[in-house]
């Protein structure tokens, strides 16, 4: 299979960082996308990593290691508006679809 | 910026019921995929389709079929419902024919529609 690994819940204060961590399988691995869902709401794209290193984007970055079939989004300065569930999902080759893990849910705390 | 649009928003139907799902992709975009997604699970791949033709297929069942018309926009039909087949469903758009390092072929989703099955 194709299974797609992140934590199932994380919780953390106004004003900290949080890492997500996400791991798949690397076999014919063709990019991998952040996505942010509110409860009941259309996942929105974050970010996009298909070469290894750290993409960044104002308070959200992302991590890949293609060797090592591993991923993190890093969420600074949070707020209490990203408590969400964070997507991991991956592209692989001969197909366009996004295989998606099973999300991590985040809990941001006055 | 116009978004992946999707018709109805919110749909009650009976069980053994037929219920059809709408989809307008972005402008421009020539790929289409349909995801479920049930309470508290992650969105789950149906099918897509590629110019009009269809590209993959997931874990649709038998009951359900979809196609993509002339102008892009597609439709997923139900039959047979099940009280399971309640979920959120989700369409999603991209323009697949742009290979560009970033974003790479992005994959954006429309709003949902929830569809109740009692």
């Known amino acids: 299979g194709q299974n797609i690994d992140q934590p199932t819940e994380m919780t953390a204060t106004e004003g900290a960082i949080v890492q997500i961590n996400c791991t798949y399988q690397?076999?014919?691995?063709?990019?991998l996308f952040w996505y942010q869902q509110h409860a009941g709401e259309a996942p929105t794209f974050l970010s996009y990593?298909?070469?290894?290193g750290l993409e960044e984007k104002g308070r959200f970055s992302s991590f890949l290691s293609r060797s090592k079939g591993y991923s993190y989004l890093l969420l600074k300065e949070l707020q209490m508006k990203d408590s969400a569930s964070y997507l991991c999902?991956?592209?692989?080759?001969?197909?366009?679809?996004?295989?998606f893990g099973t999300g991590t849910r985040l809990q941001v705390f006055p | 910026a116009a978004g992946v649009i999707q018709s109805p928003r919110h749909l009650i139907k009976e069980k053994r019921e037929t219920a059809t799902l709408k989809c307008y992709p972005i402008?421009?975009?020539?790929?289409v995929y349909w995801y479920q997604q049930g309470p508290g699970q992650d969105p789950q791949f149906l099918i897509s389709?590629?110019?009009?033709?269809?590209?993959d297929k997931g874990s649709i069942p038998d009951r359900f079929s979809a196609q993509q018309f002339s102008d892009y926009h597609s439709e997923l039909n139900m039959s047979s419902l099940e009280l399971g087949d309640s979920a959120l469903y989700f369409c999603?758009?991209?323009?697949?024919?742009?290979?560009?390092?970033?974003?790479?072929?992005?994959?954006?989703f429309g709003e949902g529609s929830w569809l109740t099955v009692v």
């Open positions: 690397t076999s014919g691995f063709n990019g």
């Open positions: 990593n298909v070469l290894d």
């Open positions: 389709f590629y110019e009009k033709m269809q590209s």
């Open positions: 402008p421009r975009h020539d790929t």
């Open positions: 999902a991956v592209r692989y080759h001969n197909t366009d679809k996004l295989i």
């Open positions: 999603a758009s991209s323009l697949t024919s742009d290979r560009g390092q970033s974003p790479g072929n992005t994959i954006y």
